[in-house]
C-alpha cells in the first residue's frame, strides 16, 4: 500500500503495512533533544511493537474510536513520553503523541504489560504539544 499524505504534507502509512525506517541508525541520543514539554521525557521506541493489543475496559470517553487512537499508537511518527513525575511513574502511565489516518492529532495516556496496551484517556492534542510533534516528525524525515 501506498502512504496518505497528511493534511500538513507528511506521510502516513496505513495500519497493518510494514514500515521500514532507514533512518534508525542515524538517531541522535537522547541527551541532544531539547525537550519542549518540560514534565515529559522523550522514549527512544517510535514503535511499540509491530503487534499492538488493546485493552479498552478502562477507556470510557467517547471523544475518540478505539480505531482512531491504535492509529495514532501506529502513525510511523508517533512520540512516546515517559514520565518525569513521580506521580505517573509510580502509577506506570505513559503518554503518546499521534495522528489518526483522518488526520486528527491524538495525545492519550495508557499503561502498558509490554504486549498489551491499555488506554485510559485519549483527546486532542494542544497547540504546544502539536508544535512538539511537528517538529519531531521533521527530524526524523
Known amino acids: 500500500m501506498m502512504p496518505v499524505k497528511r493534511p500538513d504534507g507528511t506521510r502516513f502509512h496505513e495500519p497493518g503495512t510494514p514500515v ?3 533512518r534508525a541508525t542515524l538517531r541522535r541520543p537522547i541527551r541532544d533533544f531539547p525537550l519542549l514539554l ?3 521525557i ?3 521506541s517510535s514503535v511499540l511493537s509491530s503487534v499492538m493489543e488493546f485493552e479498552w475496559s478502562l477507556y470510557k470517553s467517547n471523544t475518540f474510536s478505539p480505531e482512531e487512537i491504535a492509529e495514532s499508537f501506529e502513525d510511523p511518527f508517533s512520540l512516546r513520553l515517559l514520565p518525569d513525575s513521580p506521580r505517573f511513574a509510580s502509577q506506570n ?6 495522528c489518526s489516518s483522518g488526520g486528527k492529532g491524538i ?6 504489560t509490554g504486549k498489551i496496551v491499555r488506554v ?3 483527546r486532542l ?13 521533521k527530524e526524523n524525515l
Not at 93 to 98: I, K, Q, V, W
Not at 107 to 112: E, H, L, N
Open 120 to 122: 485510559l484517556v485519549a
Open 20 to 22: 521500514i525506517n532507514r
Open 42 to 44: 522523550l522514549s527512544l
Open 125 to 137: 492534542m494542544t497547540d504546544e504539544e502539536t508544535y512538539f510533534y511537528d517538529r519531531k516528525s
Open 38 to 40: 518540560s514534565p515529559f
Open 93 to 98: 502511565r505513559f503518554f503518546s503523541l499521534g
Open 107 to 112: 495525545f492519550a495516556v495508557y499503561t502498558s
